[in-house]
């Protein structure tokens, strides 16, 4: 079920008035637990087990966890630990890699000359939606649990809500067990301000999705379908229609999940926080996909050692985080560069912060502000570029597109005839205000406000009016495929 | 350039709206309301939707009968027969070649056809509303000074569900166009009259897609892109012929002739189940010309599916007041019963559409002679 789709309108419809009209919040987490279910299954039933396994996995795991860690026993604790991590790993690795492993088996048998081998061995694993997303969550829980962060006994419904929320639960906001599960303590209220912050998030979100995304996805699309067909400039104009897509496709989704979240008087954590304003790599990752760097540097990085150790063995571990970061979004090579690159250019900047020249200290007002600027430059630069083998279908499209830019390959297909002509505005437009403009007006803190009824109608006015421009017809969205 | 101009004037409106921090309570009724309902007053009053769904065969056909009655089409014209109908038709019946008989007959006639593959009774519904809106106040007075004879299809599968093959065009602008807020409450009460209580839990997925494309309708979601890339409307032919025959197509035995069969008491009560919304649809069908008042003529093609024959037949019997022409009394069966006249089961090839169209002509000519229309 997609959230910009007519049924999870209905759904929504159904859910949120029943929601609030039951008394106890014991039959409200049921209901959303029961809607989850529902939401999750929509999609196809079948890998609901898979998600009840999940729950059911991470309940037992943190549950022997938290008794051994009380008892005082942190070695059958952490035994507990690696055993429930080990459980929801190999559910994540088995549905969401196992076709990427047998895959590049068989091409190695192939090469070999084993053909006979490779034709009986090949079988096709289905991705189910969502999966990195709801594992992630029972690491968390068990992860958390073992830190004691979690220092209490989580019932079956509420680990059940942690992990299935709907808004969250197939492409995020990655939210702490530590931020979540007090919430489900208590009723939930559902203020005026909670209202319009939930209207407001979602009005943007689906500006975001379908309005910019889905008007830039067909030309995205075309371009990376057949890349060799086109010049230079429709390339450009595909990874730069991608560069922006990609920022609007998931941050309207995330938008509109933390909005929905909060009808429920959940919150969730922001997601993003205007990447495309980053002046350095480690910039953008403090401001891109939140939830997930947090967590990679929670979960992963510090575990493997984090800052501490030699500067070789900090680098090891940045380089190895952003490798796994990469392979997380997708079982592809391509994934693995695109996390590879990003983790070379961050350890290079980590190399470069870690010695300020003396003329930088010197020359301070002036160098900051053309710091900043050819920063900017070359970080989005960067971003751009990689943001290629993030979408290309494989490593020749990849080179494909990279070479048609830099060269500014001429062109004049019928494929370029049959796209029509460039939407430079849309391209650049939007972005532009969203990066500068609405960047302004979010940090301006005294920004006047409006009499509540006033505030209350223009937003509501807003919304619809994003209805009117939206570009129809379902695109599910990108994160939704990771 | 709509989308990125007004998407970015929107972005920085919504991203400013900041509330005060008295909005702790709730906002009051109107805050939420009144912009709700005016905006729906706004939208559906100023932006009609007929115009944003280019992908219908609906302004096409339209055009096509429109233009039939341009120019001085109309000077002396005794009779206008309005031809609706799904694929049977679309590939059974040349209204051109009906038009030609009549003419030679000495009947000064005009035949006007809006067929379309695939068009449940709620999407012809909705090409004849919009061919009717479509008629200058010129043309109005040259279908009041002539009789004007509305020719319905009358098939089984389309008679059992008014919204018949909903679910294969399902939001996309051909199904959105005839499903707006003025036509859904029409197709609702013909779905009323249909389904028992039970049917509206089994047929939940093709009721919420009407309840989606009425929301989608309601809120003119995508209106203005749509409007924006719009072209003008080609013409549509509503007689396209087929020129080969389907690969499963293996007739056993000879076509159904009609009068032979036993009807099944069975088959039958499956019929009469839809005789409640039928009558409505049919008033509905006939509202369309307001004062006009047109007469009916019902139409059904022989068939070597033996449901379809049986309820052909049916239906000839019910339709007592009405002219109903399937072939009967005249030699049609015999000269159709050839299998390489034929498509498959119900849909002709072009030779056969000319031998059903000119047995038409002559049941048209027969009736008007003998003054029975």
Redesign the interface.
Known sequence: MLFN???F??FLLLVLPTYWLLPSNFLRKLLLVGGSFVFYAWWDWRFLGLLVFVIFSVFLGARLVLQERRKGNRRRALIYLWCCLGVELIVLVFFKYFNFFEGNLLAALQSVGVHALASSLTFRILLPIGISFYTFHAITLAVDTFRGTVDSEVSLLDVALYIAFFPQLVAGPIVRATVFLPQLESKRTL???D??LAL?SI??GF?YKV??AD?IGPLVDAVFQAPAQFSGVYLLAGALGFYCQIYFDFNGYSLIAIGVSRLFGYRLPDNFNFPYCATSLTNFWHRWHISLSTWLRDYLYIPLGGNRGTQLKQLRNLMSTMLLGGLWHGASWNFVLWGGVHGAVLCIEKLIQGRPSQAKKENREFSISFALAFGWVVTQAIIFFLWIPFRASNFPDTLNVVAGILSMRPGGSPAEHQLGAI?W??LA??IV??TF??RS??VWRE????????????????????????????RPFIYFQF | MIVPLLGSVLLILLAAAKASPRLRRMPRWYAWLLPLVVWLAGVNLWMPLSKSYSDSPAPGLVLQAVRKLDGQALTGIQYIFIVEGSSVTWNGFDGNRVQSLLNQHGIPALVIQLSAAGANHAERFEYLKEFVAALRPDQIEGLRTAKVVLCREVELGYDKNPVNNLLRNGSTGRSLRYLGPANLPVVFSWLALKYRPIDWIREHTVLAELAGCGLFNLFHIGYLPRVEDLTAPAKVEPFVPNTTQSPGFAPNGDLYPPKDIALDKKETSVFVANLPWQKKRDDDFRGVFGGLAPEQCFFAFPSWSRPNACYNIWKSRQHTKFLFFDGEGTPLEEKLNIPSLWYDVLHLQLPGAEIYSEEFAEYLVEKIQAKDL
């Open positions: 789709s007519g049924s309108f209905c203020a005026g301000d209202l319009f407001q009005g943007l500006l309005v910019f008007a939407p505005l849309l437009l939007p205000c969203d403009v609405v007006l979010r920004k006047p406000a409006l009499n509540p009824e006033l505030a209350f109608a223009i937003l509501i006015l807003g919304t619809l009016a994003v209805a009117l421009i939206a570009k129809t017809g379902l």
